[in-house]
């Protein structure tokens, strides 16, 4: 059988198999309701993503607490109606899926939406993003976070990863990549502090691993944990780069941590992800295979890779031990499946053009959209330049 490595199995801590080693990587479709709460469309939507055959998902953007929105559906876990959501959207995936779903649990931190929370944005050390000057708005400005900002952001994630304890589920991923509030923590561009947040690798990492050994207690070392990493800032010379992180990723799987799987790019580069680059492309997997020099744990990541071919060839060459796919599961849902059956001209192909980021931010879209596939097509009064 052709693409024999990814589509091999994959097991994590010895009590978690996948089926292949294609994941779809987390991404917000807007589809929970105002309140924040997981839906049923959410849940027919992951149960299409995995009729489609890929060995396990991971939602996007769950935030852990009420101060920090993007959007004003913005899909949440720390009240009790939020609780019993995500327990009725367990109850209306298929079961065999239902072990399969890690909740990523996020904090925008600085790249949140003060208008939406009527709270000051959080961060580090206060850096400014240039998008947040662009915006000419002093409230999108972030303050330094007091040491009990700390705390309170600590015990937010902590209780949420509760809540997905006590649903039966055991999976759960930490978000701590694209410049959002734990990344900026472990970046030495936006982290300037002084105190045990703040100086080399591991202090930088603290809050990560405060959060990490939190939940292990609190779940009495039961869950699953992966983390999403931030490996490069995509900032030339200045920020993060995968080097500088190879303290904290060896002690990783001391504080419960089964797979890692790896993102680049922070909100003011985060345009270089939007079109296809070969050299970003290039940059990523030399940066995801410095990562996975660093550790035993399985390392994968997501980003640019649209093809059972590609994908199979990374995993081949050792670049990781697992791939993500996004755009392009969500251009087609079937696409592992038409590809295995050789239906390959019938794949709905992602443009990447990055329209379906566009749409997170659109004032006059309720969800994402795609540009090409039929059970998501954009409105026709929606128009991209």
């Not at 925008?108 to 000057?133: D, W």
């Not at 980003?303 to 060459?317: H, P, T, V, Y």
């Not at 050789?342 to 990447?352: E, V």
Request: with cysteine; proline share 3%; charged share 20%.
């Amino acid at each position: 059988m052709q693409y024999t490595s990814v589509l091999n199995t994959l097991t994590i801590n010895d009590n978690l198999q996948f089926k292949n080693k294609i994941y779809f990587a987390p991404m917000g479709v807007g589809l929970s309701n105002i309140k924040g709460e997981f839906t049923n469309e959410l849940a027919d939507f992951y149960n299409l993503i995995f009729q489609g055959g890929c060995g396990f998902a991971v939602t996007g953007n769950v935030t852990v607490s009420e101060k920090s929105k993007l959007s004003i559906n913005n899909l949440s876990l720390y009240n009790k109606e939020q609780f019993i959501s995500l327990c009725n959207f367990f109850d209306q995936i298929n079961n065999q899926y239902k072990n399969l779903i890690f909740i990523q649990l996020h904090h925008y931190g600085s790249q949140g939406n003060p208008l939406i929370t009527n709270n000051p944005l959080l961060s580090p050390s206060g850096i400014i993003s240039q998008k947040s000057k662009d915006k000419g708005d002093q409230r999108f400005y972030p303050v330094v976070m007091s040491a009990q900002d700390i705390e309170d952001v600590i015990k937010a994630y902590i209780e949420s990863a509760k809540m997905i304890y006590e649903t039966g589920i055991k999976n759960i991923q930490i978000h701590a990549a694209n410049g959002y509030l734990i990344s900026s923590f472990l970046s030495p561009y936006t982290n300037l502090r002084s105190d045990k947040y703040g100086g080399n690798t591991i202090k930088r990492g603290t809050i990560l691993l405060e959060i990490l050994d939190g939940i292990h207690a609190a779940t009495q070392g039961k869950m699953n944990i992966s983390v999403r990493l931030g490996i490069h800032d995509l900032m030339g010379n200045q920020g993060q780069y995968p080097e500088l992180l190879e303290d904290l990723v060896k002690i990783l799987p001391n504080h419960g941590v089964s797979m890692i799987t790896c993102s680049i790019a922070t909100i003011d580069s985060y345009n270089k992800l939007l079109n296809y680059n070969q050299s970003t492309d290039q940059l990523l997997h030399k940066s995801v295979e410095t990562i996975k020099t660093f550790t035993n744990i399985p390392v994968g990541f997501d980003g640019f890779i649209n093809s059972l071919e590609k994908a199979d060839q990374l995993i081949r060459e050792n670049i990781c031990d697992f791939v993500g796919m996004s755009r392009a599961l969500f251009a087609d849902n079937n696409l592992i499946k038409k590809t295995i059956n050789k239906q390959y001209h019938s794949i709905n192909k992602c443009l990447y053009d990055g329209n379906c980021f566009k749409d997170k931010s659109n004032p006059l879209l309720d969800r994402v959209y795609c540009c090409v596939n039929k059970n998501y097509l954009r409105p026709n009064h929606i128009h991209y330049r």
